[in-house]
């Protein structure tokens, strides 16, 4: 364990540390899975796409496939360069998964591929697939009325409470949903909108998903969806990679040893950002430095791999209360399985002040008119502070994943804006 590092981690000083685990990728090694898994995960969401087109037809300019761009924020990296007081070495990016089509966050790539895997499953169980139709059939009353005998469980901060419930609603599944304490209020009215059963709890997130376990494990009509522990949303959130390497092509970005790819990726219990990186290390191999950021009260990926404990750690052995306004990274216990699948494979973490969150969303609408909820901006800074850690890295294109904010309303909005903006007033 770095000392020097744990010491900034219990006083909530930010903070990055250069993964000390990090090796070059070998594609036959560690992890457990491989591309394959990855293409058939691909493979059962364009089956689905019929489906999706239909359920959620704001997905038919894209065939039903739930997939987000790649766009260029020249006008914040100026910005950026200016208040770090150095430029960045390459072009900053995002990845906008802040509108990702049916639930506006990263977690619609897991959850929604978690709900259609299984759905498959108790469609074949009960031999109701007709092979000579498309999947739009999954919409139809005979599979509804399957659906209906089933419960979905799930736990959640919010986002993928949201993608779940949206999605198992859709098929005409019972939804029961446990919300962590720090799940927005928002988040629980849309659901309860879609007719889900949000459980609120009073504790953090680790309570929510094990009171989530406990009810699931009673009945066999009951399906739990553990984040903590879910290797099929892992593969849901790898899909993403296969995609970005077509949108950078068409982009024009060949990513080589010459032209890295860096890419900054917001953590909370670490299924998403473990997902996606385990995704661009198979497509990108060495050429890719996936980097996790968290916020200061909640490092539980970088404390769980620096300390080699992964979920036999929590922030609050290091005197941390886990309370942050970036509530889909407010995780306490890091993943039973993602941080000793990927700590490899991530280059390095770093942690990163509430402020800092609101700063950025402040001048990311000023500069760039992109509107994203607090935790989506942890990565923004993630160039800044690798090359404050490495000044002699390779000059390459830097991808800032954005995982959430088009479903946020309007007044919650206005005002994270407003905090970010008086922040920044402050600083002059
Ligand atoms: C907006 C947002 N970003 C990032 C994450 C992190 O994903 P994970 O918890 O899988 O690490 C979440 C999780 O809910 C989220 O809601």
């Not at 059962?44 to 239909?54: A, D, W, Y």
């Not at 020249?74 to 998964?97: F, H, P, S, T, V």
């Not at 593969?235 to 995609?243: E, F, H, N, Q």
Request: proline share 3%; charged share 25%.
């Amino acid at each position: 364990m770095n000392d020097a590092v744990l010491k900034h981690l219990s006083d909530k000083v930010e903070v990055f540390w250069l993964n000390d685990k990090y090796d070059t990728y070998d594609q036959y090694a560690g992890s457990g899975f491989t591309i394959d898994d990855i293409q058939e995960a691909e493979q059962r969401l364009l089956k689905f796409s019929p489906l999706i087109k239909r359920l959620f037809p704001r997905t038919e300019g894209s065939g039903g496939i739930i997939e987000s761009p790649v766009e260029k924020i020249e006008n914040m990296q100026r910005w950026l360069n200016e208040i770090e007081g150095q430029d960045l070495k390459g072009a900053l990016y995002i990845k906008r998964d802040d509108i990702l089509p049916i639930s506006g966050s990263v977690k619609a790539r897991g959850g929604i591929y978690e709900i259609l895997k299984y759905a498959e499953e108790l469609a074949a169980e009960s031999a109701l697939i007709n092979e000579k139709q498309s999947y739009a059939q999954f919409a139809s009353e005979r599979f509804r009325a399957l659906f209906n005998r089933y419960t979905i469980v799930c736990a959640s901060t919010g986002n993928l409470g949201l993608s779940i419930g949206i999605m198992s609603a859709e098929l005409g599944f019972k939804v029961d949903i446990h919300m962590s304490v720090d799940a927005k209020a928002w988040k629980k009215a849309l659901l309860r909108d879609y007719g889900v059963n949000v459980i609120e709890h009073e504790d953090d997130y680790s309570k929510a998903v094990e009171a989530g376990r406990d009810e699931a494990m009673k009945r066999k009509d009951f399906y739990f969806v553990d984040d903590e522990d879910s290797e099929t949303l892992f593969l849901g959130y790898a899909v993403s990679a296969l995609r970005l390497e077509n949108q950078l092509t068409e982009a024009g970005i060949e990513v080589s040893s010459d032209n890295p790819l860096y890419v900054y990726l917001p953590c909370g219990v670490g299924g998403a950002p473990g997902g996606i990186a385990f995704g661009l290390k198979e497509v990108f191999g060495d050429n890719v430095y996936p980097v996790f950021a968290e916020p200061v009260n909640s490092p539980c990926m970088l404390l769980g791999v620096m300390s080699g404990k992964h979920d036999d750690i929590s922030v609050r052995d290091i005197g941390l209360d886990n309370v942050t306004i970036a509530d889909g990274l407010a995780v306490g216990r890091p993943s039973k399985f993602i941080g000793r699948t990927v700590e490899k494979l991530v280059y390095g973490f770093y942690t990163v002040q509430d402020a800092s969150l609101y700063e950025m969303l402040a001048k990311l609408w000023d500069t760039e008119k992109m509107k994203l909820e607090p935790s989506a901006l942890a990565g923004m800074t993630g160039g800044y502070r690798l090359q404050k850690e490495q000044p002699d890295m390779v000059s390459g294109t830097h991808l800032v994943w954005s995982t959430g904010g088009d479903m946020v309303p309007e007044d919650v909005w206005q005002k994270d804006y407003e905090q970010g903006f008086e922040l920044l007033k402050e600083q002059g």
